[in-house]
């Protein structure tokens, strides 16, 4: 064997010894895996400690004012003090819901309808161009979009329903919300459309099918679970929508299922309690922390759920 073919052996590309890169690249592996583990405890300490302030002075509240009083009065009005405010949460939590049940009605029809298009209908020139533009959408900033709820939706909604639609509405904040979120659940559940292996499309075309038939009854069932995820990230994202509401839904909480009446949601009160600059520690205060719990025990549920779903009803191909 020749001394050239022996040093080639022992020796790498870089002129170093093989058991010198080795090192180096176990050195350079390691640090990596350091990095990388160190980003995922600072994500996961992050997050219990945002859950460890919510819920410690979520608990001062509750300590002033009973969970059943919290679930129970009809009114909320914390900012008269323990013995002259009314503490229900029910008019903010119907406020919520009904503008998240607005939104969804109108997004999810639009984005699955979008998805379906671009998944099966739109030659490939024509989705390179609709979905980033789609996604673009989601882009604007949300405040934006609430002076355009204000002073575009508001207008057109009384000049067709009359004065019965209050200056601030939940409805005019539901439709803008529900374009907000479009993008949101066009997308992913376009993405999961799109993973559907062509193969199933192509045996049912074999088989007779119409293109309508293969989009409705072959794709968007195999990928359901996809889709039902998009639907349930996007409710997540509108019930923790704060400024379309806060400008366009109004700051009365009522317990009320009229949608062209003044309303105010669970976020739209955290931002008038923060914009009153509310004394640290006073039951006002904590009233945000209160209401700041029960939002993120709704989408952690929803999440929970959205969870169980993909994982009762995915498809694997």
């Given at each position: 064997m020749?001394?050239?073919t022996t040093?080639?052996?022992?020796?790498?590309?870089t002129g170093?010894?093989?058991?010198?890169?080795?090192t180096?690249?176990r050195?350079?592996?390691?640090?990596?895996v350091g990095?990388l583990w160190?980003c995922?405890?600072?994500?996961?300490?992050t997050?219990?400690?945002?859950?460890?302030?919510?819920?410690?002075?979520a608990?001062a509240f509750?300590?002033?004012v009973?969970i059943?009083?919290?679930?129970?009065?009809?009114r909320?009005?914390p900012f008269g003090g323990?013995?002259n405010g009314h503490?229900?949460?029910?008019p903010l939590l119907?406020?919520?819901?009904?503008?998240t049940?607005?939104?969804?009605?109108v997004?999810?029809?639009?984005?699955?309808?979008s998805?379906?298009?671009?998944?099966?209908y739109?030659p490939?020139?024509?989705r390179?161009?609709?979905?980033?533009?789609?996604e673009?959408?989601?882009?604007?900033p949300?405040i934006?979009?609430?002076?355009?709820a204000?002073t575009f939706m508001?207008?057109v909604l009384?000049?067709i329903?009359?004065?019965?639609?209050d200056?601030?509405?939940?409805?005019?904040?539901?439709?803008?919300m529900?374009?907000?979120?479009?993008p949101?659940?066009?997308?992913?559940?376009?993405d999961?459309?799109?993973?559907?292996?062509?193969g199933?499309?192509?045996?049912?075309?074999?088989?007779?099918?119409?293109?309508r038939?293969?989009?409705t009854?072959?794709?968007f069932?195999?990928?359901?679970s996809?889709?039902?995820?998009?639907v349930?990230l996007?409710i997540?994202r509108?019930?923790?929508e704060?400024m379309?509401?806060?400008?366009a839904a109004?700051?009365?909480p009522?317990?009320?299922?009229n949608?062209?009446?003044?309303?105010?949601t669970?976020?739209?009160?955290?931002?008038?309690?923060v914009?009153?600059?509310a004394?640290?520690?006073?039951?006002t205060?904590q009233?945000?922390f209160a209401?700041g719990a029960?939002?993120?025990l709704?989408?952690f549920?929803?999440?929970?759920?959205?969870?169980?779903?993909?994982?009762?009803f995915?498809?694997?191909?």
């Amino acid at each position: 064997m020749s001394t050239d073919t022996t040093q080639r052996r022992w020796m790498g590309d870089t002129g170093q010894p093989v058991s010198l890169q080795s090192t180096r690249s176990r050195t350079g592996e390691r640090i990596i895996v350091g990095l990388l583990w160190l980003c995922g405890a600072i994500s996961i300490l992050t997050t219990v400690g945002l859950i460890l302030v919510l819920f410690i002075d979520a608990s001062a509240f509750f300590r002033e004012v009973s969970i059943f009083r919290f679930f129970t009065d009809t009114r909320w009005q914390p900012f008269g003090g323990l013995e002259n405010g009314h503490f229900g949460v029910l008019p903010l939590l119907m406020g919520t819901l009904l503008v998240t049940a607005i939104a969804i009605v109108v997004a999810v029809p639009l984005g699955i309808s979008s998805a379906i298009y671009l998944a099966d209908y739109a030659p490939r020139r024509v989705r390179k161009v609709l979905k980033p533009t789609l996604e673009i959408l989601a882009g604007v900033p949300t405040i934006v979009l609430g002076f355009f709820a204000a002073t575009f939706m508001t207008p057109v909604l009384r000049a067709i329903f009359g004065q019965t639609v209050d200056i601030y509405n939940a409805a005019s904040a539901g439709i803008v919300m529900g374009i907000m979120i479009v993008p949101t659940i066009a997308s992913l559940s376009e993405d999961a459309m799109s993973a559907v292996p062509r193969g199933l499309r192509e045996s049912a075309y074999g088989l007779g099918a119409t293109k309508r038939h293969v989009a409705t009854r072959v794709v968007f069932p195999a990928a359901l679970s996809g889709i039902v995820a998009a639907v349930i990230l996007g409710i997540g994202r509108a019930i923790g929508e704060t400024m379309i509401v806060a400008i366009a839904a109004g700051n009365q909480p009522s317990l009320t299922f009229n949608p062209f009446s003044q309303i105010q949601t669970m976020t739209a009160y955290i931002v008038q309690a923060v914009a009153g600059e509310a004394p640290r520690g006073s039951l006002t205060y904590q009233s945000i922390f209160a209401i700041g719990a029960l939002l993120f025990l709704m989408t952690f549920t929803l999440n929970f759920i959205a969870a169980r779903v993909v994982r009762r009803f995915r498809e694997v191909y």
